[in-house]
């Protein structure tokens, strides 16, 4: 099997017209971007300045590191938003993989068994996650409980408290930098193309894509849906985790409920990957797009004086406009 196989766009008769479509769906997506952008660059001064700019980035790094662990989760059990892979609750994990590594700082753990641990209890997340969607449970609705069990277990960790960290590896997380780049932008330059590399060029990747594609027809053909599906939440619980403790290390503590503020961005940049994509698919390298454009907004609009509520009520309004996306091309491709 070949990833040319998973191409929704089946060449024949009449094809020129929806292969055109999502071409001038990307380069509209693209020209948006830009625009945008631009239009924050000329109505604030501070918007280009490289300390904005950094800030920026950093913001990127949590939503995209988190949004490649939800790409995955996507990739694996496709893209239907009732049906398919999810995760809501990636944000919650991020949160609570933050909190313990805080608590286990503050608790005199070393910095590199405490993010070990803090990972350690994502991954556990994430395998319960794959279990309950192993068992039958839809992921929508496993995932939603998931996100219930790690909000209660951040604040019964955290005591409902903000809990520092700071000091060493997590001050170089928040203000080191590495050939000219913010520390936060190289793990996620890191994370970005080991996910890449692991979806488009290994057996594990093309698999994942077989099974998000069509379930039925990559277990006939003696792939194991199961396998690849647990993994795909075990890996997304990890991302998430590392993605909870860039976030923390930037705020210097651990803040309760910090997870679900920020899970309307990585859902958002997750699946606006689609419109980076001539396929219009969930792809890593269109996250990672989408994640810093999310983050340039919403921090444009604050240079502007946008009252935070707005800004809210426009990431909503994206994630209306790619999931509208979405749906339109599945019916082009059914038909």
């Known amino acids: 099997m070949s990833v040319t196989t998973l191409d929704p766009i089946r060449p024949g008769a009449g094809a020129a017209a929806p292969r055109r479509r999502p071409a001038l769906i990307t380069w509209a997506g693209y020209a948006a971007v830009v625009l945008i952008l631009g239009?924050?660059?000329?109505?604030?001064?501070?918007?280009?300045?490289?300390?904005?700019?950094?800030?920026v980035l950093n913001q990127a790094a949590v939503f995209g590191i988190?949004?490649?662990?939800?790409?995955?989760?996507i990739v694996t059990g496709g893209d239907d938003v009732l049906e398919g892979g999810i995760d809501l609750?990636?944000?919650?994990?991020?949160?609570?993989?933050?909190?313990?590594?805080?608590?286990?700082?503050?608790?005199?753990?070393?910095?590199?068994?405490?993010?070990?641990?803090?990972?350690?209890?994502?991954?556990?997340?994430?395998?319960?996650?794959?279990?309950?969607?192993i068992l039958g449970l839809r992921p929508l609705l496993a995932t939603l409980a998931t996100m219930g069990i790690a909000t209660s277990l951040e604040l019964v960790v955290s005591?409902?408290?903000?809990?520092?960290?700071?000091?060493?590896?997590?001050?170089?997380?928040?203000?080191?930098?590495?050939?000219?780049?913010p520390a936060a932008v190289v793990v996620l330059v890191a994370a970005t193309l080991l996910?890449?590399?692991?979806?488009?060029?290994?057996?594990?990747?093309?698999?994942?894509?077989?099974?998000?594609?069509?379930?039925?027809a990559a277990s006939i053909a003696g792939l194991s849906p199961a396998r690849y599906r647990f993994s795909s939440y075990v890996i997304s619980g990890v991302l998430g985790g590392i993605a909870g403790v860039l976030l923390a290390s930037?705020?210097?503590?651990?803040?309760?409920?910090?997870?679900?503020?920020?899970?309307?961005?990585?859902?958002?940049?997750?699946?606006?990957?689609?419109?980076?994509?001539?396929?219009?698919?969930?792809n890593i390298p269109g996250t990672v797009v989408a994640a810093i454009f999310v983050a340039g907004l919403a921090n444009?609009?604050?240079?502007?004086?946008?009252?935070?509520?707005?800004v809210g009520a426009a990431k909503g309004l994206l994630i209306l406009l790619v999931l509208a996306v979405v749906v339109v091309r599945g019916r082009n491709t059914a038909s």
């Open 159 to 181: 005591d409902n408290l903000k809990v520092a960290l700071d000091g060493g590896a997590f001050l170089w997380l928040r203000q080191g930098t590495f050939a000219g780049l």
């Open 39 to 55: 239009f924050f660059a000329l109505g604030s001064p501070h918007f280009l300045q490289w300390e904005n700019v950094s800030s």
């Open 89 to 133: 609750s990636i944000g919650a994990t991020a949160g609570l993989a933050g909190t313990v590594t805080a608590v286990s700082v503050a608790a005199g753990t070393g910095a590199t068994a405490a993010v070990l641990t803090g990972l350690a209890v994502a991954a556990a997340l994430g395998a319960v996650n794959g279990a309950a969607i």
């Open 66 to 73: 988190a949004g490649i662990g939800l790409a995955i989760v």
């Open 250 to 282: 930037r705020l210097s503590a651990a803040v309760p409920g910090i997870g679900g503020q920020i899970l309307l961005d990585i859902i958002l940049v997750a699946y606006m990957s689609t419109v980076f994509s001539r396929r219009l698919v969930v």
């Open 300 to 310: 444009g609009l604050t240079l502007l004086g946008v009252a935070s509520q707005w």
């Open 195 to 216: 996910a890449w590399w692991a979806l488009g060029k290994t057996a594990w990747g093309v698999n994942s894509y077989a099974v998000g594609q069509n379930a039925t």
